[in-house]
Every structure is written in structure tokens, then in C-alpha cells.
């Protein structure tokens, strides 16, 4: 048996919550991953998983083994990362999650810089608007928009974006450009984006002058994704209300006009979220400080 690819098998299914998840997060076959545990088991001569039809649960040994063996396997991990820093070269994988507009606007177009820097890690870019599950995913770290509701997760501010109100020239020559907020409820079409997670619209939100007014759209068309909302703002399909970074190159090129601009609400905040009890490696840790400053220059 491999003892140590064994216990870090056995840290992965406590913090996956089952052995599906770990061996999919791992790249396994669950038949190899339940075999490692089976013989790590077998070598302690001790229960540290009771299985059900239902569910899993961890023993008391079981949690005991867990917390020593998170902690050897970090100050393992610090003993790697110390001979990669002291050669600044990190290396290794580490997984992403990022939404659709972030990781085609923002992250991909500028890897190239990253990878000059860091040629040897490798990234694992999750591009989705869905919020993953960071413990039992394996995620090492996502990027999220808006107020912090995760509150058990480690943070770290990125920046803010402004927001812009757009449409195609042929959508405003066709039903008129709107000179205040109100204007969207009564002949003009705002495409709509509905959550990933839970269907939710999000409300178009405008203020200005400490006057504030919200609208969720028509109901003429929604996605939820932020490309695919960008996309049906190209395409005409009515009003779009997003971050500036999304439609900036697109109104420079005459493909959207800029509406509102006086109505703009509070600029959005972005932060990269990690899960606060797992050690954040050398490579994880370069990856951030590469992100502050990609999303510095953003503005």
C-alpha cells in the first residue's frame, strides 16, 4: 500500500463528503479510491469511515487520523514548496473557478503573462456562473462578484467594476434611446440574467444622486450565463445592463451604445475566496497575487 497516496485519498473522501465526489475530484475510479481507504483501514486496524446505503459518516478515530494526517501532509506540501520557492519556480496543479464573462474577458486573454512568469504550474480553469462547492470539489480557489455571503471562506479583495447599460445601434434606432430608468418598463425590451444556482432574475439596479430605481426586465428573454448575456445584447435582442469590462471593446467598435451613464449604480466588488482551514500552497498563493493585480489594471 501506498500510505501517503492512501491518507491524502482519505483526507479528500472526509472533505468530499463521499466517495463519488473524492474520486472524481481526484481522477480515480471510485473501486481504486475505496480500496486505498479499505487497506488504510486494514493497516491501522481501525474504523475511520461507517458506510451506509445513505450515507457516510467519519468515526471518531476516523476524525483523529483525519486532522494529523491534514497536518503532515501540509508541512509535506511546505517542504516542496520551500525548494520551489528558494528556485522560484513553483509547479504543480491547482484548480479555478471563475464565470463565464470573468474567464473570457479577464483570466484567459491574460495567461499568457502568467504563463511567462509560471511555466510550470498548471491550471485547471472550472468556467461556469454556477457557485461550486469549494471543500467537497477540490477547488483551490474561485472567483466571486458581490457582497461576501460566504462568510467561512478565507477572502481577499480583487477590485471593482463600474457597470454600463448598452444596446446594439439597430435596437435604439428601432424602439429609442431611454433618457432615465423608467423609460425600460414602459417600450423598451432589457434582457434579463436569471441565477445558475437558484433561477433568481437579478435586478438591473440604477442610482443616481442618491435616488435609486431597480428593474427586472420584460421577460422577452433571460439567460443565465454572462456571455451567452452578452451575446443577446449583440445580437439585438433587447437592452443589456452589465460590467463595463464585458462591453468596453464592443462600444469602442460602435457594436453597443453606451445608455445612463448618469444612472450608473455602485461599482461591484470582486474577491477570490479559498477554503480558510487548507494550506494554500506556493503555487495557489502566486496565482492570487497575479489575479490582484490583472483585476488592478482592469480599473
Same mark, same amino acid.
Given at each position: 500500500?501506498?500510505?501517503?497516496?492512501?491518507?491524502?485519498?482519505?483526507?479528500?473522501?472526509?472533505?468530499?463528503?463521499?466517495?463519488?465526489?473524492?474520486?472524481?475530484?481526484?481522477?480515480?475510479?471510485?473501486?481504486?479510491?475505496?480500496?486505498?481507504?479499505?487497506?488504510?483501514?486494514?493497516?491501522?486496524?481501525?474504523?475511520?469511515?461507517?458506510?451506509?446505503?445513505?450515507?457516510?459518516? @467519519?468515526?471518531?478515530?476516523?476524525?483523529?487520523?483525519?486532522?494529523?494526517?491534514?497536518?503532515?501532509?501540509? #508541512?509535506?506540501?511546505?517542504?516542496? *514548496?520551500?525548494?520551489?520557492?528558494?528556485?522560484? &519556480?513553483?509547479?504543480?496543479?491547482?484548480?479555478?473557478?471563475?464565470?463565464?464573462? @470573468?474567464?473570457?474577458?479577464?483570466?484567459?486573454?491574460?495567461?499568457?503573462?502568467?504563463?511567462?512568469?509560471?511555466?510550470?504550474?498548471?491550471?485547471?480553469?472550472?468556467?461556469?456562473?454556477?457557485?461550486?462547492?469549494?471543500?467537497? #470539489? *477540490?477547488?483551490?480557489?474561485?472567483?466571486?462578484?458581490?457582497?461576501?455571503? $460566504?462568510?467561512?471562506?478565507?477572502?481577499?479583495?480583487?477590485?471593482?467594476?463600474?457597470?454600463?447599460?448598452?444596446?446594439?445601434?439597430?435596437?435604439?434606432?428601432?424602439?429609442?434611446?431611454?433618457?432615465?430608468?423608467?423609460?425600460?418598463?414602459?417600450? &423598451?425590451?432589457?434582457?434579463?440574467? &436569471?441565477?445558475?444556482?437558484?433561477?433568481?432574475?437579478?435586478?438591473?439596479?440604477?442610482?443616481? &444622486?442618491?435616488?435609486?430605481? $431597480?428593474?427586472?426586465?420584460?421577460?422577452?428573454?433571460?439567460? *443565465? #450565463?454572462? *456571455?451567452?448575456?452578452?451575446?443577446?445584447?449583440?445580437?439585438?435582442?433587447?437592452?443589456?445592463?452589465?460590467?463595463?469590462?464585458?462591453?468596453?471593446?464592443?462600444?469602442?467598435?460602435? $457594436?453597443?451604445?453606451?445608455?445612463?451613464?448618469?444612472?450608473?449604480?455602485?461599482?461591484?466588488?470582486?474577491?477570490?475566496?479559498?477554503?480558510?482551514?487548507?494550506?494554500?500552497?506556493?503555487?495557489?498563493?502566486?496565482?492570487?497575487?497575479?489575479?490582484?493585480?490583472?483585476?488592478?489594471?482592469?480599473?
Amino acid at each position: 500500500m501506498n500510505q501517503l497516496l492512501a491518507m491524502r485519498v482519505f483526507a479528500r473522501v472526509v472533505q468530499a463528503g463521499s466517495f463519488t465526489r473524492a474520486a472524481d475530484s481526484l481522477n480515480m475510479p471510485k473501486t481504486s479510491v475505496s480500496k486505498l481507504v479499505a487497506e488504510l483501514e486494514d493497516h491501522l486496524a481501525a474504523r475511520l469511515l461507517q458506510r451506509t446505503t445513505r450515507r457516510l459518516t @467519519v468515526t471518531a478515530d476516523g476524525m483523529a487520523y483525519y486532522e494529523r494526517a491534514l497536518q503532515l501532509m501540509e #508541512e509535506l506540501d511546505d517542504l516542496d *514548496n520551500s525548494f520551489a520557492s528558494a528556485q522560484g &519556480h513553483p509547479r504543480g496543479k491547482i484548480r479555478v473557478d471563475v464565470g463565464g464573462s @470573468v474567464a473570457t474577458m479577464l483570466i484567459i486573454p491574460a495567461l499568457p503573462d502568467f504563463y511567462a512568469r509560471f511555466p510550470d504550474i498548471q491550471i485547471e480553469l472550472g468556467v461556469s456562473d454556477r457557485q461550486v462547492d469549494l471543500i467537497s #470539489e *477540490n477547488v483551490d480557489c474561485v472567483i466571486r462578484g458581490g457582497p461576501l455571503i $460566504e462568510l467561512s471562506m478565507a477572502a481577499r479583495p480583487l477590485g471593482l467594476s463600474s457597470w454600463t447599460t448598452c444596446a446594439t445601434p439597430s435596437y435604439l434606432q428601432r424602439f429609442g434611446t431611454p433618457t432615465d430608468p423608467r423609460d425600460l418598463e414602459k417600450n &423598451h425590451r432589457l434582457v434579463s440574467y &436569471h441565477s445558475a444556482g437558484n433561477g433568481r432574475v437579478m435586478p438591473a439596479r440604477f442610482e443616481r &444622486h442618491g435616488e435609486k430605481f $431597480e428593474i427586472r426586465g420584460q421577460g422577452v428573454f433571460s439567460v *443565465n #450565463e454572462s *456571455n451567452a448575456h452578452l451575446a443577446a445584447g449583440l445580437a439585438g435582442l433587447g437592452l443589456i445592463h452589465t460590467f463595463t469590462y464585458t462591453v468596453q471593446a464592443h462600444i469602442e467598435r460602435g $457594436e453597443l451604445v453606451p445608455i445612463l451613464q448618469d444612472w450608473r449604480p455602485p461599482r461591484y466588488p470582486f474577491h477570490v475566496l479559498y477554503p480558510p482551514n487548507r494550506h494554500l500552497s506556493h503555487r495557489v498563493r502566486v496565482f492570487i497575487d497575479w489575479l490582484v493585480q490583472l483585476f488592478a489594471e482592469m480599473g
